[in-house]
Every structure is written in structure tokens, then in C-alpha cells.
């Protein structure tokens, strides 16, 4: 298909290389402005605070933090949220088992306090307490398993309730020690799973598109929903998220497409892929467009032989009260569809709500949404109608270091669009195909642009700085828009252009306003290793990764090394606390980490590494409490991977061998997902 925008977007490494070559990595989050652009180059900047020694580089199967801190575990795949349930079996777990645990590879944590509060109150110790479920590693469930052709639809059912989210109380005691709080029974407290069988509600600008109705009737035929108005297709592939001041969870919808197949083709499917605009979307997503094999193991509701419009019931952003159970949760559609990563809230000036979103692709784009209406602190369920409308934004990065918010409308889409054949005909369209309105209207792609975070003051209102962190760009050959050009070594031909250690950028938004439309950009930091001899090194599966910090001889960080910068926070010092995912089969010797240094100052960031998770895992979900006293993480697939990194999928279809890690109960035990809780042995706070 022809989606050649009117004038190119320029892509991203060049953008970074024209700037760095004039200016150099420098510039902080300082007081204010709190993106200093100042010229120069100043000496290192050590962590705001931050006196824990560094964790030094280990594959140890546990959670390593510095002397002085603690972990502890404090739910785990299976733990029930009810009393008087049987001990968690993963040999045997059910659908209806499922339903009333912990769900599988825990991402986004969110804690909100037990009476809400605006401004958001800091005495509290009782929480509710959101986690995201993203994805089901086949391999590390049902241990009896030979092979996955022995998987059975009623363990598949299983599986795709592990999914979704979960809220539960949690709350800590005098002794600093953190503990789940069962209800007595379903519907008789506040804990429950939002799985994707639960009924949802489409709003917004894209909530009646001809394909979510149809995809509606199509779903609700074989799995209906009991509340009026709703589809019973809940949430699934959720990644990260975020928290609104009138206190409910936004949880974002990734990978969707690897949960769909097409087992034949038939009338229905060759009328959709007839649609140029349908054909577009699913090749951009990667829906399948014929998979017979797979599905043998889809449920049928995810064929899109029988509901080809299926699909577009995900990659949205889903809003979900955890103070009211009765509230049908929202997929609020006037955010985008896209692989969402996260969807960070900040208020502008004048009361509208930002929400900031990356779309967690190779080449994909930044996106923001400003709501029409405005918060009222005074009425904190009016405000849940906030997202319902406003106006979607995609980042257009400039070499000279300004940026534009490129307002997706379809008039603006339709005039960038040369010889295009799929015009958009409203704003549904816009929201459900934003990712086209982007690339048409020349949006700048990024190297998987996860985690956009915004610095608030006390009362949420952004400050206008952002942080954007881009995980990396796997693929090695030149040239690919996204990548941030690296210093190189002679003949470094191989991975030229690559960016598998990832980068983090920052953004100023006009005015220190939220909801500008312009802002100035620079670069946070390059991952790498500050200590490299070459900037060019071998990887364990005997590639090639660009891993120096520097560009033209000026480094970007100092201290420890670190790669694949994905979800980030923030503490109360304005610290930036970094969680990696992939850094292994960047440098080796590790496994995946937290890494924090300072957001003020200027010169090269000087990073150090206070956690490291377990084999296989990937660190997802920094959360800091609100007293700065305990430190959240989810620790996620823990032994998906070996120390080596071969696949744990692939060694025990092959071999029957036993999974590489037993986090978090050790000895022969089966491996799960877990949120781990540290805290200072002093009961101090975090860092400090």
C-alpha cells in the first residue's frame, strides 16, 4: 500500500546525530527551567541524595539489593485474593482457579491509598494496590506438560484468565513489613481480576467504528456480557499504565495481536481484507492473516475467521476504578489505538488532563491526548468522563533540538496523505488508526518508545518536563529511523546504525505547560557501558551492540553500565529510578536491573545499580510509596531465559530440563511472577 506521507519524517538517529554534533549531551532536569538546555559541558552529576552502594553486576537467582536494604515477596502468581482458598497447584490451576488469584507476569504496579485523597495524601500504610498481567510464557505453566500440543482448551481458558489486571488491599505494619489482605469472598471487598472475559464499555471517539461494532456483535455471540452496553472482551496484553488524580488506573493494552489467529479463509475474512484501511492496520499491528496452525490453540472468540474485526477491540488504554467494583471499566478510544506501553497523567495549566503514551514498536510514535474538559477536584467520580474527549497528539522531533504535537484530525491526515487509497473519514478513524494519521502526517519514529513520564508538583500539575524512554532497536541493519547514532569504531560496519542498549530522551514542553503543542528535546541518556575500552562490543549470542556512552568524545553517563531502558519513576528528589528489559543479551554478565541517577544538573549522568532481579526475569513496574519508605517491583518471567540466554521455551520442548530459575520460593519449586517489596533495614527512607 502506498502511506507515503507528503513531506518524510526525518528519522530519529539522524535528528539526534545533526543535534549532538552542535551541542553535545547536555542539559538536565534541574529546578528551573527543569530542562536546562544550557550550552556547555559540565562535570558528572551524582544521584540527588542517593548514598546506597552499588549492586554489582550478578546472575544470582534472587532479587540482589545493596547492603543495608531487604526484600521481601509480596504476591506471587496464584496467591489468592480470597479466604479459605487451597494453596496455589500450577499443575492443575483452572479457569475458575484463576479468576480469584494473582494473575501471571505482573508489569504496572500502581498504589493507591485506601481513602483517597486529593492532593494525593503520604501518612497512609493501606493500599489498593493495581498490577497489569501482560503475557503467559506457555513453557513456564502447567509443569506436567510434554508438549504444547497437549495443551487442552480448558488449561487455554486458564491461561487467558491469568491475564488482565488485578486490585488488591495491601498494607504495611509497624514493623515496615508489607502484607495482602484477603476479602472474605468475591464481591464481598474490593479485591477482584479484571481478565479478558470481563465486560467492558468502548468510549470515545472511536467507541461506535464499523469495526468495534462489528467485532461487538461478532464477540458477544460467544462470550456475552451480562451488563448492558458492554462486551464481554475485557483487557489483555497489558503493559504498563498510569494514575489520574481522581484516582483510577489506566491500564495499557501491547502485543494484543499475538493472542489471534485465522484458521481458514472464508467470506467474511476476504471482505475485511478487501478493506485497504483494514489491511493496513492488521499488517501493522501483525494480526495474523492466516494461521491455521495456530489456532489449534486459540479459542475460537480470537479467530478471526469467524470475527475478523476482532482485533479492534485492543490497543487501547482501559480506565478502571479500583474504589468502585460496580463501575464498568472503559476503553477510553479518543486516546489511540496503539501497542500502548503506559499512559502517564499530568494536568496542564489550565486544569485539562495530558495523558502521555509510547507505542512500544520498532519505528513507532509519542503520542499525547488533552482532554476538552477540565478536573474538578471536588467531584472525583465526574471526573472519570474526562478522557472521553479531547484531542490526540503524535511527536514530530526537529534537528535543532524544537518539537511539534502534530494534532491528529482527519482533515490533517487526508491532506498529508500522496495518492493514499484508505482516506479517513471521521475522527473514529483517527482514533482507531492513529498510527497511520501519524506516519502520514510526519511523526518522527522512535526505537520502541515504552515508558513517557512526566514530573508533577503536589497537586499533579506538570511541570513540563518528560522523560521518553526508548528501549532499543533490535534490528541491525542500516539505516532505521529510531536510533540514535552512536560513536563507532573503524570498519564498524556490522552493526552500524544499531541501537540494542536503547537510550532515554527528554522533552520541555512550551511554557512548562503540559498541553503545548511545541517543546524542545535532548537527550538524557545513552545506554551503554561508560567504562568501555571500544564503543563497539560483543554480545552473548555473538552479535555486535553499540555500548559507548559517548558522542563526540563527550560521555552521557558515568558509573555503572546498564542497557534497555524500559519503565521508569520518579522519587520525591526528583530521582529517576530505570528498570531494564533485554539488558542481558546486551552485556551478559547481568541480569536485568534497576538503575537511578539525578534528574538535575548537567554533564554526564552518573547512573548506579541498586537491584538486580533473578534469571530470566525482566524488572517491570518501579513503584515508589508515597512516604518514599518502600520501593515496589514486579519481577517478571522470572526463568523465561537461562544465564547463557537460550530460551527456556526452547530447552523444555527439547528436553524436558527444568526451568533455569525458582524465584521467588527457591529450591525445586516452579517459578512465578512476583511484586517484591524493599525496604532500608532502618525503616529509613528509599535511597537517602
Given at each position: 500500500?502506498?502511506s ?14 545533526a ?9 538536565g ?8 538546555l ?18 554489582p ?10 547492603p543495608?536494604?531487604r526484600?521481601q ?7 489468592p485474593?480470597f ?8 499443575a492443575?490451576?483452572t ?11 505482573n ?11 486529593f492532593?494525593?495524601a ?6 489498593l ?14 509443569p ?15 491461561v487467558?484468565?491469568a491475564?488482565g489486571v ?11 513489613v ?16 479484571i ?7 468502548f ?5 461506535n467504528?464499523r469495526?468495534?461494532?462489528a467485532?461487538?456483535?461478532?464477540w458477544?455471540?460467544?462470550?456475552p ?26 491500564t495499557?493494552?501491547?502485543n ?15 471482505t475485511?481484507?478487501?478493506d ?6 492488521s499488517?501493522?499491528?501483525g ?6 496452525a ?11 475467521a469467524k ?8 490497543g487501547?488504554?482501559v ?6 467494583p460496580?463501575?464498568t ?31 512500544d514498536?520498532?519505528?513507532?510514535f509519542?503520542?499525547?491526548f ?10 472525583r ?17 526537529n ?8 494534532a ?14 484508505a482516506?479517513f ?13 501519524a ?33 532499543n532497536?533490535?534490528?541491525e541493519?542500516?539505516?532505521r ?7 563507532k569504531a573503524p570498519?564498524?560496519d ?12 527528554k522533552?520541555?514542553e512550551?511554557g512548562g ?13 545513552l ?10 562490543a560483543?554480545?552473548p549470542?555473538?552479535?555486535?551492540a ?8 563527550r ?6 553500565r ?17 528498570s531494564?528489559?533485554?539488558?542481558p ?6 541480569n ?21 532481579g ?22 517478571q ?16 520442548w527439547r528436553?524436558?530440563a527444568?526451568?533455569?530459575s ?14 517484591v ?8 527512607v528509599?535511597?537517602?
Amino acid at each position: 500500500m502506498n502511506s507515503k506521507p507528503a513531506d518524510a519524517p526525518e528519522p530519529m538517529h539522524a535528528l539526534i546525530d545533526a543535534r549532538l554534533s552542535r551541542r553535545g549531551i547536555i542539559g538536565g532536569l534541574a529546578a528551573l527551567p527543569l530542562l536546562s538546555l544550557a550550552e556547555g559541558q559540565a562535570a558528572a552529576s551524582p544521584p540527588g541524595g542517593l548514598t546506597f552502594a552499588s549492586v554489582p553486576a550478578t546472575q544470582a537467582d534472587t532479587v540482589t539489593v545493596p547492603p543495608g536494604y531487604r526484600t521481601q515477596t509480596l504476591i506471587a502468581w496464584g496467591d489468592p485474593l480470597f479466604e479459605n482458598m487451597t494453596p496455589f497447584d500450577p499443575a492443575t490451576v483452572t479457569r475458575a482457579d484463576q479468576e480469584l488469584r494473582f494473575g501471571q507476569n505482573n508489569d504496572m504496579l500502581a498504589l493507591f491509598p485506601a481513602v483517597f485523597a486529593f492532593p494525593p495524601a503520604t501518612g497512609q500504610t493501606s493500599f489498593l494496590m493495581c498490577v497489569n498481567h501482560e503475557y503467559v510464557e506457555p513453557s513456564l505453566v502447567y509443569p506436567g506438560l510434554r508438549s504444547l500440543r497437549d495443551v487442552t482448551p480448558d488449561q487455554m481458558e486458564a491461561v487467558i484468565v491469568a491475564h488482565g489486571v488485578t486490585v488488591v488491599r495491601v498494607a504495611r505494619d509497624a514493623q515496615g513489613v508489607w502484607g495482602v489482605q484477603r476479602d472474605a469472598a468475591p464481591g464481598e471487598g474490593l479485591n477482584r481480576r479484571i481478565t479478558p472475559n470481563t465486560p467492558v464499555i468502548f468510549d470515545g471517539a472511536a467507541a461506535n467504528h464499523r469495526w468495534v461494532s462489528a467485532a461487538t456483535a461478532g464477540w458477544n455471540v460467544a462470550n456475552p456480557s451480562a451488563v448492558a452496553d458492554a462486551v464481554a472482551c475485557g483487557t489483555i496484553a497489558n503493559c504498563a499504565g498510569g494514575q489520574t488524580p481522581w484516582g483510577t488506573y489506566l491500564t495499557a493494552e501491547e502485543n494484543f495481536d499475538g493472542y489471534f489467529s485465522l484458521s481458514a479463509l472464508g467470506p467474511e475474512t476476504e471482505t475485511a481484507q478487501a478493506d485497504a484501511a483494514w489491511m493496513w492496520s492488521s499488517g501493522s499491528f501483525g494480526t495474523p492473516l492466516f494461521s491455521p496452525a495456530r489456532a489449534r490453540l486459540t479459542p475460537p472468540r480470537f479467530d478471526v475467521a469467524k470475527n475478523p474485526y476482532a482485533p479492534a477491540l485492543y490497543g487501547w488504554i482501559v480506565e478502571i476504578d479500583p474504589y468502585d467494583p460496580t463501575w464498568t471499566p472503559r476503553k477510553r478510544t479518543s486516546l489511540g489505538r496503539a501497542k500502548h506501553e503506559c499512559a502517564t497523567t499530568a494536568l496542564a495549566k489550565d486544569g485539562r488532563v495530558v495523558v502521555y503514551s509510547g507505542d512500544d514498536q520498532i519505528n513507532e510514535f509519542v503520542y499525547k491526548f488533552v482532554s476538552r474538559g477540565k478536573f474538578n477536584p471536588a467531584e472525583r467520580t465526574a471526573n472519570r468522563d474526562l478522557l472521553s474527549e479531547g484531542q490526540l497528539y503524535a511527536a514530530k522531533f526537529n534537528a535543532d533540538g524544537t518539537g511539534t504535537w502534530l494534532a491528529l484530525t482527519p482533515e490533517a491526515a487526508n491532506a498529508a496523505a500522496t495518492g493514499y487509497t484508505a482516506p479517513f473519514t471521521d475522527v473514529s478513524d483517527v482514533a482507531i488508526r492513529c498510527r497511520e494519521a501519524a506516519r502520514l502526517m510526519g511523526a518522527t519514529p522512535m526505537d520502541r518508545p515504552e515508558d513517557v513520564e512526566a514530573i508533577v508538583d503536589s497537586n499533579w500539575i506538570g511541570r513540563g518536563a518528560v522523560l521518553v524512554a526508548c528501549t532499543n532497536n533490535r534490528n541491525e541493519q542500516p539505516p532505521r529511523p529510531g536510533n540514535p547514532a552512536r560513536e563507532k569504531a573503524p570498519g564498524d560496519d556490522p552493526a552500524q546504525g544499531s541501537n540494542l542498549a536503547g537510550h532515554i530522551l527528554k522533552i520541555e514542553e512550551a511554557g512548562g505547560d503540559c498541553a503545548a503543542v511545541r517543546f524542545r528535546w535532548d537527550v538524557f541518556a545513552l545506554a551503554g557501558d561508560p567504562n568501555a575500552t571500544s564503543p563497539v562490543a560483543e554480545t552473548p549470542n555473538a552479535g555486535l551492540a553499540h555500548v559507548s556512552v559517548k558522542h563526540r568524545g563527550r560521555p552521557t553517563i558515568s558509573g555503572d553500565r546498564f542497557a534497555c531502558p524500559d519503565n521508569i519513576c520518579f522519587d520525591a528528589q526528583q530521582n529517576v529510578w530505570i528498570s531494564t528489559d533485554g539488558a542481558p543479551a546486551v552485556f551478559g554478565d547481568c541480569n536485568d536491573a534497576v538503575m537511578v541517577t539525578s534528574t538535575s544538573g548537567v554533564g554526564p549522568r552518573a547512573m548506579k545499580r541498586f537491584l538486580v532481579g533473578p534469571v530470566g526475569c525482566e524488572i517491570c513496574g518501579p513503584t515508589m510509596a508515597p512516604d518514599q519508605k518502600a520501593f515496589l517491583v514486579a519481577i517478571q518471567h522470572p526463568g523465561e531465559a537461562d544465564t547463557r540466554g537460550t530460551s527456556y521455551s526452547d530447552l523444555r520442548w527439547r528436553t524436558g530440563a527444568p526451568p533455569p530459575s525458582s524465584f521467588p520460593d527457591g529450591g525445586t519449586a516452579w517459578p512465578r511472577s512476583a511484586v517484591v517489596v524493599v525496604t532500608r533495614t532502618d525503616g529509613g527512607v528509599i535511597g537517602a
